[in-house]
């Protein structure tokens, strides 16, 4: 099984409809997670610094990247355990290629 996980910066909701304004990268991966969740053998997850400070702790690649760059690094993407992005949220076409999936509907942009 494959498994994307996405280190977030501490944020108020997953949702990105919080706050002062609306965050289109969040209803984006919201999105994108709802169509990971029906696919067999792959897996998606998201871990917020403020909600879920342990599963920082516990990957040492996550820990290194934000002692080496700071909080700019956040958020960062882990396919099987490798860091493949920093900084920034995977694009729907890299989310395709890495989990070998195709993502339908309003969620590719």
Known sequence: MKKL??????????????????????????????????????MMIRYNLASNPNSFVRNQNVIDTMQNEGQDSLPITVLDGEIFKTGAYPTNEEISEYLNIQLVGETIQ
């Open 5 to 42: 996980a996405i280190y977030e910066p501490a944020l108020c909701c997953s949702t990105g409809v919080c706050g002062p304004s609306v965050d289109e990268d969040l209803l984006r991966i919201t999105g994108v997670m709802k169509q990971v969740k029906e696919e067999d053998d792959v």
